[in-house]
């Protein structure tokens, strides 16, 4: 081999790594923030997966993904979306209102598409549901009407003169709402309504005891991200304390809960996905009108209520989608 033909191939190979990392460039980046940790919600990143294979990307392959999570600590957010816009993302997947309106805080032009419960006209986050207009789009599911038909559920087993207690997380960006509607629910079916929190792990055993000390005929569960992710614990201290409790995320009846009233994180994640996908394709969320998730399902643990010595009335049994025995 002559010497120019050496210097060629020297050249040639101190350029591959450069070569590789060009291409890695190329590779669009897609942030995804949740309120809670990923590790508790694999199902629901796995359905945000599916939703962009739909529209041809493979995490790893074609699109890689930035993961930020606040495990709960719903304050690390704004540094968290603030990181994320920095990396910088071509497109920004929010997980929950509270990480939604983080999102939003930390940027006005890299597409935003969220997944939250509640009307995102009335949050502030879409002009209209038709016509987005601004950088966010999304899936929303049932909010406040979803708390009251919740309530109406346990009506039918807790007699009025017995007062209903709603856990609710002081950190959810939309909690003093959502206060308010179960209120107006409550009042409306008859029942006194007991409001407690829990923003961390360390205050359930405060909040179950209050529920037993106030005699509460039954508890609702938020639809918050961080009780998500506290699932089992949460349906420990419900059986604990013979609490009958209902939870919109449908996975808490499936792991011993007694009641799950909601619809799919999954189905609407995988949503979420389809249109990051749409939008690193070159769309704009102004085009894509936000998808409403309005199917739910009744899922019952028979299990759970022999347990607690309850008997659920028929009626329940009849209308529920899956009875788990």
Do not use: C
Not at 46 to 60: I, K
Not at 226 to 252: G, K
Not at 266 to 279: E, H, M, P
Not at 285 to 313: C, F, M, R, S
């Amino acid at each position: 081999m002559n010497r120019r033909s050496l210097i060629t191939l020297l050249s040639g190979a101190a350029a591959w790594p450069l070569t590789a990392r060009a291409q890695q460039v190329a590779m669009p980046v897609v942030g995804f923030l949740s309120s809670a940790a990923p590790g508790s919600s694999v199902d629901r990143v796995d359905a945000f997966r599916q939703g962009l294979a739909e529209t041809g990307f493979q995490e790893g392959r074609s699109v890689a993904v930035e993961y930020r999570s606040a495990h709960g600590r719903y304050q690390e957010l704004p540094r968290l979306a603030a990181e994320l816009v920095g990396h910088p993302v071509a497109v920004l997947a929010a997980s929950g209102i509270t990480a939604t309106r983080a999102a939003q805080a930390a940027t006005t032009t890299i597409p935003i598409v969220f997944h939250t419960g509640g009307d995102p006209v009335k949050l502030g986050l879409v002009a209209s549901l038709a016509k987005p207009e601004g950088n966010l789009t999304g899936v929303a599911t049932l909010g406040k009407v979803l708390v009251a038909k919740q309530l109406e559920l346990l009506h039918e087993f807790v007699p009025t003169t017995t007062p209903v207690a709603f856990l609710v997380n002081p950190n959810n960006a939309v909690a003093h709402e959502e206060i308010d509607g179960a209120r107006q629910a409550a009042s409306a079916l008859g029942h006194k309504l007991l409001v407690v929190e829990a923003g961390n792990e360390h205050d359930f055993d405060a909040t179950f005891n209050a529920v037993r000390r106030e005699r509460v005929g039954a508890l609702l569960l938020q639809a918050d991200p961080f009780f998500s992710s506290r699932r089992d614990q949460l349906v420990a201290l419900a059986a604990r304390h013979a609490v009958p409790a209902i939870s919109p995320y449908l996975d808490y009846a499936a792991a011993g809960g007694l009641l799950s009233y909601g619809s799919s994180l999954k189905d609407a994640l995988r949503l979420v996905g389809n249109y990051t996908g749409r939008l690193l394709k070159g769309e704009k969320p102004a085009d894509l009108p936000v998808q409403q998730a309005v199917k739910v399902e009744l899922i019952v643990n028979l299990k759970a209520a022999k347990a607690i010595g309850l008997t659920l009335p028929t009626a329940i049994l009849l209308r529920a989608d899956e009875v788990i025995e």
